[in-house]
């Protein structure tokens, strides 16, 4: 048994440049609109839904049942091949985001940890590895917005001689 | 000059139908998966952005600098041909909506008032006319989900004859 231990980095859009991008409002450009009432963050994600394949996006919240604590194990890593996934906390409230960049088989050295400051959403883009959602308090919402569609849009790999654990 | 009094409507996803999706969790269907961990409340708003126009899904954010007090007036409508467009409060905060459905002219009798419970976002289905996103507070957030591409994808109508006012 192979074993891997992953430090959580603090979550920025040039660190996780690779794997997608950060949606936040902290040091990013804005414009006014509604004359000056509100500022808008414009096209802070590539929402990648591939329309060529007959996908379109879609908007659905996730909520938390169980709490996992830290450090925490990552048996499994998922990818979407077919369309980005964006997920944004509905409060103040980290992300824990294991990821790897797409690639045909699954290399566990090639993973990184990250946690956000709470504020930060993120969005994968399509066929990025990634640990599947997980919150450290129950009842805690994420906004979701990625593809529906035909195609199989889902791969999972578990691992079996490699124990990757996440880790402050 | 006509006056038109529009009571705030309580939000709900049956009066809200003909102008788009009310996106909640409260009183909806969902599914379990990543094991059990996380509930999916999936497809709550149908995310329009006319591919056939080279149309594409952004994520945006909007903040609100200047607050409004009710009973409030609605000087100007807008309309998004091409494209639906969804907000989401990122803070327990309620939204304030005047819609009307889809037409080539405005008619200022043909619009409702609502007002949602502070969790509830919408998606506003495309050309729907609908009164300028405000705020009660100062720096409040709102995610946004909408189109970019080609074309002119916003009409503004000022009303010169007709004082709308909303009010609780």
């Given at each position: 048994m192979i074993k891997i231990s992953l430090k959580l980095e603090p979550l920025t859009s040039q660190a996780f440049e690779p794997f997608g991008d950060v949606i936040e409002t902290d040091n990013v450009k804005h414009f006014s609109i509604n004359a000056g009432t509100i500022e808008r963050y414009h096209d802070?994600?590539?929402?990648?839904?591939?329309t060529d394949s007959g996908g379109r996006a879609i908007i659905s919240m996730a909520c938390s049942n169980e709490l996992t604590e830290l450090?925490?194990?990552?048996?499994v890593v998922e990818r979407h091949p077919l369309g980005s996934q964006a997920f944004i906390p509905m409060s103040d409230s980290p992300l824990f985001l294991v990821v790897a960049e797409p690639s045909e088989t699954v290399d566990a050295k090639k993973f990184h940890a990250f946690v956000s400051n709470g504020r930060q959403g993120i969005n994968y883009r399509p066929g990025v590895w990634h640990m599947p959602l997980i919150a450290l308090k129950t009842g805690l919402k994420f906004l979701v917005i990625d593809r529906a569609g035909p195609g199989d849009n889902c791969d999972e790999h578990y691992f079996d001689d490699v124990e990757i654990t996440m880790h402050r």
């Open positions: 802070l994600a590539k929402v990648d839904v591939g450090p925490a194990q990552v048996p």
